[in-house]
């Protein structure tokens, strides 16, 4: 069985850029562009509370970084380098090989270097933890506290797909074999939107990825900025896959259900046309949702315009029980 060093030295030692310094010694050395501010997140993920047990290593490698690189999109950040700190009960190299090639390919897409972090046995099941840093000019970092009254609400991307897979495989819900290899991708290997980030940094005004569920992250920026929202039911964007099941799952899943990493951003009207040819460019669907308005809180309205009375509550790590929640 190879030691802590071995194990690093064997699967996280990849070259890394020439300014750079990585793994090998005490701290990682790296510099951010004249002009630029750094942006940095970080993240913990504990098994069985948010991921399953037995998830595929390589979707795992790669989920572990991308829930990083979605917080670097929400502040239209460019990645530059991360940190990886990996707990084990055991060393199965094989499964490290695979988890380090997820891992890797996503670090690689992105230019975000791995350059150093730490391993350590744990005393009961897998711990990961991954910081990231990237650089954004300062005029351009999208902030949660700037929404302004009558922006457009805007969602990248889908919505749901990931919750009901979710609680598919947590058994909440009734399991369909042919639903759940639809959209369990969503859950196990989500997409981070940094090019997307990056593109609408100067045409929004505040944004927040969302990783607890739409309207409990909707509500982040409302209370920073100290402002009310209203929601169209129908102009959500449902995962195609999710057409035709029943509805008020749906309608959970869309307001409440986490592990998206979709972006969810506000501009002003003057902006519709340039975020959808942005939309366009990028390949990734923009779809504009409702509008943020005087006062506290969120309304939702279904297709009629009434208001939705029953809305779902988002996820929270300390109020909730429930498994695999990100």
Sequence with gaps: MPSEFELITRFFSRAVPRDMVGAGDDCALFTVKPGMQLATSTDLLLEGRHFFSGTDPLRLGHKALAVNLSDLAAVGAKPIACLLGLGLPSIDEQWVSQFADGFYA??????????????????????????????????LAMRRGAAMCGDDIWVSGTLGAADIACRMLAGELPTDAKLLAQIRLALERPIP??????????????????????????????????????????????????????????????LAGGDVYELCLTAAPAQRDSLARIAVETGVPLTRIGRITAGSGVVVRDVSGRIVSDIPRGFDHFRSSGDARL
């Design 193 to 254: 939107r940094v090019a997307l980030g990056r593109r609408v940094a100067s045409h929004a005004h505040a944004a927040i990825d969302v990783s607890d569920g739409l309207l409990q992250d909707l509500g982040h920026i409302l209370q920073a900025s100290s402002l009310a929202a209203e929601i169209d039911e129908s102009a959500l964007p449902v995962h195609e896959a999710l057409r035709g099941y029943d509805p008020l799952q749906v309608r959970r899943a869309i």
């Design 106 to 139: 996503l670090a690689d897409e992105h230019g975000c270097a791995l350059l150093g972090g730490d391993t350590t046995r744990s005393e009961q099941g897998i711990t990961l933890s991954v910081t990231v840093f990237g650089e954004v000019l300062p005029e």
